[in-house]
């Protein structure tokens, strides 16, 4: 049993307000998922030159002061290091014009103690183990921006309770999945997926999932294709939301077992697993308000 949360702004004038209105959702799932919990915020993309990556320190004490030097001395250009919302820590987002891919390998080698949690133009991404309103806290997701989010509370039941198993996952570039339910047949996936030279850093069976549809967007499919394609490839029950830079989806399973309910207004759309997680928002009493059907695909433009 995890939470998912998702919430899209319609109307910019709103997005200076997306974490102050998304963490009283996160923290309404805490029942649903105690043990870890993340966020992925979209917002205005860096430019056209340089990416992102939300990088997680993992092992002992962290020095993005050392890491910033060493990474200037292997990569040409001028990097930033902000700490996300929070100074010092553990997290901090790396602004840079040198290739992502190019950057992740080396810090595989280079400092295999950090975790990419997510790479692209548009995206940030927190995920930490603890209660839900102790990790908005640590990282003050009240404060965030941006167009839309896509959050989770995990429960863990098939695997390690660590950042890297917290939700959301990603693979590519601007790409996210939480996942409520259960897969029973990931490692059939990973058998799929490894000789194609894509590489798995958790045994989450939602990584899985994330894994698959990403590449099938990197065959060409858009992301409503992708699911549409997932429905006989992946096996068990399932409530997944996915954001991307342009869009946040929604899709249940056959049997539409694990709870989600959407309410929509002309200012934003909100998704969790239970109302209560969105009965604060301003004007959800004259919300459009409905339980997505089975293998249904639902999204929405950002």
């Known amino acids: 049993m995890c939470g998912i949360v998702g919430l899209l702004l319609k109307k910019p004038e709103l997005r200076g307000q997306l974490g102050a209105l998304m963490a009283p959702m996160l923290i309404g799932m805490t029942s649903r998922g105690p043990d870890s919990a993340g966020v992925a915020i979209f917002g205005e993309p860096v430019g056209d030159s340089s990416h992102k990556l939300s990088l997680f320190w993992g092992e002992g004490a962290a020095d993005w002061k050392r890491l910033s030097q060493e990474l200037g001395a292997e990569f040409s250009g001028k990097h930033r290091f902000a700490y996300g919302l929070k100074e010092g820590g553990q ?177 934003y759309v909100a998704i969790a697993s239970e109302f209560r997680s969105l009965a604060h928002l301003p004007g959800v009493r004259h919300a459009s308000v409905f339980e997505p059907k089975p293998e249904e695909v639902y999204s929405w433009k950002a």
């Open 91 to 267: 997290h901090a987002v790396l602004t840079t014009p040198a290739n992502p891919e190019d950057v992740k390998t080396w810090l595989a080698e280079a400092a295999p103690e950090i975790y990419v949690l997510s790479m692209g133009r548009s995206i940030d991404l927190y995920k930490d183990i603890g209660a839900p309103a102790d990790i908005v806290e640590r990282y003050r997701l009240k404060e965030a921006q941006g167009t839309h989010v896509v959050a989770h509370t995990r429960m863990a039941t098939e695997s390690a309770v660590t950042p890297a198993h917290a939700h959301p996952f990603t693979a590519g570039q601007d790409f996210c999945l939480v996942h409520n339910g259960s897969l029973s047949n990931p490692h059939l996936v990973r058998k799929k997926l490894e000789p194609l030279g894509i590489r798995f850093v958790t045994d989450n069976d939602t990584e899985a999932a994330c894994r698959f549809f990403e590449w099938r967007m990197r065959e060409g499919d858009d992301l409503t294709t992708a699911v549409h394609r997932g429905f006989s490839e992946l096996d068990g029950f399932f409530t997944f939301l996915m954001g991307t830079d342009k869009e946040m989806l929604i899709v249940r399973d056959a049997f539409a077992c694990k709870p989600a309910v959407v309410a929509e207004t002309d200012d």
